[in-house]
């Protein structure tokens, strides 16, 4: 019998990483094909986004995103991934009750492969629920796209005390719920550090500055390919390199040293 001689890391690898102050680096993914390069290269966390409505999809938005969409996705990525934790959304309104939640978190785990499941906002009642059930959870906070017609636009958020306060609350509301992973989207630099160092939970940073304990771009993003403005706290890794396997290790190296980001890619 031929026993898998390399295990995906579990979530607690992920926190002795933050308990060393090794950098996790994340990327999202939505096919083997990628899956196999990205964790080929080493990137610690592949995440299936419902960011897949735009890339992949070509929607303006996450929303019409649905649980059949990530279960397909999240099982494409599964099925090519050795090493890499993997974390699937739940898209828009699949998260309504504590028990649908439950429902379709389960959905992903079982017929995607899922480690995790990601949702966005302060949901303490779900997370717990969710905890209880033994699923772990990535709490979302800062920029929550799923929200997009609330918001009005994609504007970095937490920028007056009011706000920073909110998020800082949230944050650590989310993480005594029994959240294992906290994603801080288009936040200040400072207020990322801060609730960075307070959580005891790693914090993956997405345009919230070089102090969170990882980093998570959105593929295309960093490859430069996307049909849409690349964000200004996304890096074109492919300038530094010829090909796409040199730039997601550019990208993985970068995030493992703190050289990125830079101040240039942070608010
Ligand atoms: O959907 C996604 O890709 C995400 C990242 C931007 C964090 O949530």
């Known amino acids: 019998m031929n026993y898998p001689t390399v295990k995906p890391l579990s979530v607690t690898d992920l926190a002795g990483m933050k308990q060393r ?7 999202t993914a939505y096919d ?16 299936i986004g419902d960011s897949l409505g735009m890339t992949i999809q070509g929607h303006d938005t996450t929303l019409p995103v649905t ?28 998260y309504p009750t504590p028990q649908i939640a439950a429902k379709n978190a389960a959905k992903l785990m079982q017929c995607g492969g899922a480690q995790m499941v990601k949702l966005e906002g302060a949901k303490p009642g779900i997370v717990s629920f ?3 059930q033994g699923i772990p959870v990535c709490g979302h906070l800062g920029l929550l796209p799923q929200s997009i017609n609330q918001l009005g636009n994609y504007a970095v958020q937490g ?10 609350a949230d944050a650590h509301q989310l993480e005594q719920s029994g959240a294992a992973l906290l994603v801080l989207e288009c936040v200040p630099a ?24 990882g980093q998570v771009l959105v593929l295309q993003d960093m490859l430069n390919i996307g049909i849409t403005k690349r964000p200004r706290f996304a ?29 240039d890619h942070s608010f």
């Open 130 to 132: 969710l905890a209880e």
């Open 21 to 27: 102050g090794e950098k996790i680096s994340c990327l």
């Open 190 to 213: 400072k207020l990322a550090k801060e609730i960075s160092t307070q959580l005891s939970i790693p914090v993956i940073g997405i345009g919230a500055g070089v102090d969170c304990d």
């Open 235 to 263: 890096k074109d890794f492919m300038q530094q390199t010829k090909s796409i396997e040199g730039a997601i290790n550019a990208y993985h190296q970068a995030v493992k040293q703190s050289l990125f980001p830079t101040n």
């Open 67 to 94: 649980v059949t969409d990530m279960v397909y996705h999240t099982r494409c990525v599964c099925n090519a991934r050795r090493r890499a934790f993997l974390i699937a959304d739940l898209p828009f309104m699949a």
């Open 32 to 47: 083997a094909s990628f899956s196999a390069l990205i964790d080929h290269v080493g990137i610690d966390i592949m995440l």
């Open 159 to 168: 920028k007056n005390p009011i706000d920073a306060d909110k998020i800082r």
